[in-house]
């Protein structure tokens, strides 16, 4: 196993992005967010500071990240963190997020 990203403290979640190549996660602690770096570990790139996100998943197709946070529900951003918007607010623990074409 190679260890890709070595300054990621707490990760809980990752997302592949095979259309450019990069790997997003997630840190799970205050002051964590989002991140993102090529296949290769170059490239580090903080997309959002947001405290406590839980598990990210992408939309490729339309250029979203859809993401969990504890406490305050599933939210999207764009692929670059901007557009933020709350899709739904917190009825239960959510602890993943997943997006599929069917």
């Known amino acids: 196993m190679e ?3 070595p300054s990621v403290s707490n990760p809980a979640d990752v997302a592949i992005d095979s259309l ?3 790997l997003y ?3 799970r602690i205050r002051g964590g967010g989002i991140g993102r770096c090529n296949y290769d570990g170059s490239n580090i790139t903080v997309i959002m500071k947001e405290d ?3 598990s990210v998943t992408l939309d490729l197709e339309n ?3 859809y993401y969990n946070m504890i406490g305050i529900g599933i939210k999207r951003a764009s692929l670059n963190g901007s557009d933020r918007e709350i899709i739904q607010l917190k009825k239960h623990q959510i602890v993943a997020v997943t997006f599929g074409m069917f």
Do not use: A, F, K, P
Request: aromatic share 34%; proline share 0%.
């Open 52 to 54: 406590y996100i839980w």
């Open 63 to 65: 250029s979203w990240m």
């Open 3 to 5: 260890t890709i990203v």
């Open 20 to 22: 450019y190549e990069h």
């Open 25 to 27: 996660w997630t840190e």
